[in-house]
């Protein structure tokens, strides 16, 4: 463990904080807006006299869509550039990479994206959606609204894995069934056969938890093959506003995506954040994981505010006690599991490559990183076996991936 002095600036320094996301990759469309998002947080802060006295300095890495990339920037960051904290990462194979490197040297970790659950650590403060505040509303209302035979969409790495096996546990609770499972790896093109599947099983509701580029192929190959939304509606986990953008509106209007922020909700403190945006990067898609950085970024600041330093360990129990009128409403850190308590909303895509929101939970809901229905048994399970099948690494190797059944043992039980 590096000793605490490492870490800090001198009293008289800027606050050098670490951002790091994917600039180049199959995930930089995804992560590079979040990035921006980011520096909005930081440069506020500094527009109203920084922290301690002190300016705020961000120092940004890219993570290049690769997992061990993301650890080796992340320790350098730390070790090398004397970074304070870090705001980062997408996919969770690079959390997952980044979760050793911030535990090992004591650190600390903002990470904004929905996920799959079945971790909390001391060292992340999860700003974006647990699966009970995502995945598992969005399942039952589904299977309710469009029927219970689901068809099960991803890429091949960790979310999709056991966010999928998440499903295959809470279906059987609400009279629903899987009727087809499938996964392609990160960056991707080849939907074809996915798509004979899919028309083969004839789903009432298709789950997507694809990342990245992949799916301007995936909703492509849907319209080519003549399936629409009306017809076979896709309720997507990790498609946010900057995705549908890249998207015709015939492929994307009138299917469905979950999370905690639209940037159609009516606040004033999201019309507050959304003119923010544009006034210091221009007009653009304005997502979830965006306003999830920029909560975690405000958060970090009220705790060094609170702490009165920005050492890394000394400002995590005031870490704890922070709640946020944000953009999505209100948020506060659940002490228990170093998630926040978020509102889930559902929205479909709609002419304007916005969504209209159709849904949302009657009040903001308590993190659970292990959903109820499942054991912290069978989670280690899980986990360990993916991690093991993938040469311990958290995505599926290229030539496992083409050799392998879409239907595995990831989603079968341990014994």
Known sequence: MLPAASFSQPASGPIRVGILHSQTGTMARSEKPVINATLLAIEQINANGGLLGRRVEAVIADGKSDENVF????????TEEHVDVLFGCWTSASRKAVKLVVEKLDHLLFYP??????????????????PNQQI??????????????????????????????????QLPLINAEVVGEQYILLGSNDVSDII????????????????????????????????????????????????IRLMPIDEIAGHYAVWNYFQSLPSAQNKAFISALYQHFGEQPVSDPMEAA???VQMWANAVRGARTSDPKAIHNNILQQSLAAPEGI?????????????????????????????????ALKPFPYPLFVSKHEAEWMLNRLYSDWNRQWSAPVPAASTAPANNAATSRPE
């Open 331 to 363: 948020v506060s850190v659940d002490q228990g599991s170093n998630h926040l308590w978020k509102t889930a909303y559902i929205g479909q895509v709609n002419r304007q490559h916005q969504f209209d929101v159709i849904w949302s939970s009657e009040h």
């Open 196 to 243: 004979n599947d899919i028309q083969d099983k004839q789903p009432d509701v298709i789950f997507n938890s694809i990342n990245g580029d992949s799916n301007v192929a995936f909703f492509h190959a849907l319209r080519e093959a003549g399936i629409s939304a009306k017809e076979m509606p896709v309720v997507s986990f990790s498609l946010a506003e900057s995705g």
């Open 113 to 130: 994206v929905q996920y799959e659950g079945l971790e909390s650590s001391d060292h992340i403060i999860y700003t974006g959606a647990a």
């Open 71 to 78: 650890a080796a920037e992340a320790e350098r960051l730390i």
């Open 294 to 296: 920029w909560v975690g």
């Open 136 to 169: 598992v509303p969005a399942v039952s209302w589904a299977v309710k609204k469009f029927g219970p035979r689901v068809y099960l969409i991803g890429s091949n790495y960790i979310f999709p894995r056991v966010a999928n096996w998440l499903i295959n546990r």
